[in-house]
């Protein structure tokens, strides 16, 4: 690669100050929160507008130059790192980061890709609105990327992934050219629905530029409890419960293991233990109203009131305000981050059907245990919705390096028993590089060949974040 070259015509497009070379300035770029991979790039670059993008595009693709779009970084199987050959350019949607428009009466919102999903919470929020998609990473991941990654989260039991909260797209294709689809209609059947090639393509289809997205009814009336249980499946039969009295009310309802808990209270700051008591197991039930008529509190105490009854509870602490609430979302949205600390984690974001959550994770915890004996599973997620993070952190006093070496095998181990149960190897992080080699074993041929067919037909010279998914 020409690098001065490239570089000085891309400063031309979009300024010498957004063309980083100096290996201080790109190094947050370069490296992933789980350490896993470790990038290299001749430049960064920072467009700070569609056409800009549209101009860098169309300059690599006429010279062959292979581009790596990145928005927050907080990607977790490391599609959004360029390669260690050195040849991938990192482009940085940072700078994108306009609110377009708010139309509350239309329930829609439109923004650019690098606008951070909290600030977009908030923009909603000024309205008297809601944008639901939560994530543990809300404050510096950004919308363009938790669309190209079809990301989930704690409330997609009510308002669904991402993929569903998404009304049209902008976006920059591989040549360069840019397709406005940024509609903000809730019916148009007028063929193909291109936008959904781009949700969850992970970057290598096109660039996210913008986004018309949905906007809901912003609750009055909002309930927290934290409880504890004996196992999994108690947790099962109160969901059954739970969404069986409260339906669509119930927004939350997130599983977490005591050892979990124990992580939390070592390494979050401003956690404290909701219960007095330990549990083996914990849920974090929410329900929500945008009524201020309807008796959220009341059908909270009726659902766990039967839930005691049936001997399914051990202890429950409601949340007295919101800040509790938030205290309560704290410890669940800290639950990855503080596994860190504890040394080396390997993770599996997987999903299983509801119903055999509990014996899922019987099956799994006891064959990692036999495989690393000493380790430590922390499995944990969205019980609500089949997504469970199954994290196990290493032995304690383990080597890290010796047990990362492990990887390979205790996903081997842990994804058999995921498909035995008819479940998926990605949940929500997606595929990116580390499970690009997985799909063959998990996905029939004719699907791999019609994702091959659509990534030649519009990036036939495979430009755009080669080497991830396909």
Known sequence: ???????????????????????????????????????????????GSAQEVSAVMTYAHEQGLKIVPQGGNTGLVGGQIPQETGDEIVLSLSRLNKIRSVDPAGFTIT????????????EAEKVDRLFPLSLGSQGSCQIGGNISTNAGGTAVLSYGNTRDLVLGLE?????????????????????????????????????????????????????????????????????????????????????????????????????????EGTHPWYILMELSSASDAFPVRDLMESILGEAFEAGLVEDAAF?????????FWHIRHGMSEVQKPEGGSIKHDVSVPVAVIPDFLDKAMAAVEELVPGCRPVPFGHMGDGNIHFNVSQPVGADKD??????????????????DFGGSISAEHGIGRLKRNLLAEVKPEIELDLMRRIKSALDPKNLLSPGRVV
């Not at 031309?12 to 490296?31: K, R, S």
């Not at 986004?211 to 004996?230: D, H, N, S, V, Y």
């Not at 949340?319 to 205290?327: F, G, M, P, T, Y």
Request: charged share 20%; aromatic share 8%.
């Open 319 to 327: 949340a007295q305000n919101l800040s509790q609430v938030q205290d």
């Open 171 to 275: 976006v920059v294709l591989p040549t360069g050219e840019i397709w406005n689809g940024l509609r903000t209609l809730r019916k148009d059947n007028t063929g193909y629905d291109l936008k959904q090639l781009f949700i969850g393509g992970e970057g290598t289809l096109g660039i996210i530029t913008a986004a018309a997205l949905k906007l809901f009814p912003k609750p009055k009336k909002l309930e927290a409890a934290f409880i504890g249980l004996p196992n999994p499946q108690a947790a099962l039969k109160l969901f059954s419960l739970a969404k069986g009295q409260a339906g669509p009310v119930l927004t939350g309802f997130e599983i977490m293991p005591r050892i979990g808990i124990e992580f939390c209270l070592r390494h979050l700051e401003g956690s404290r233990d909701p219960l």
């Open 111 to 122: 923004v650019e890709a690098g606008v951070v999903l909290e600030t977009l919470q908030n």
């Open 402 to 419: 010796d047990y990362i070496a492990g990887w390979d095998a205790m996903n081997a181990v842990v994804h058999g028993i995921v498909l």
């Open 1 to 47: 690669m020409e690098r001065s070259s490239h570089a000085d015509r891309f400063a031309e497009m979009i300024g010498a100050a957004h063309v980083l070379t100096n290996p201080d300035d790109q190094a947050p770029f370069l490296t992933e929160w789980r350490d896993l991979y470790q990038g290299v790039t001749p430049m960064v670059l920072r467009p």
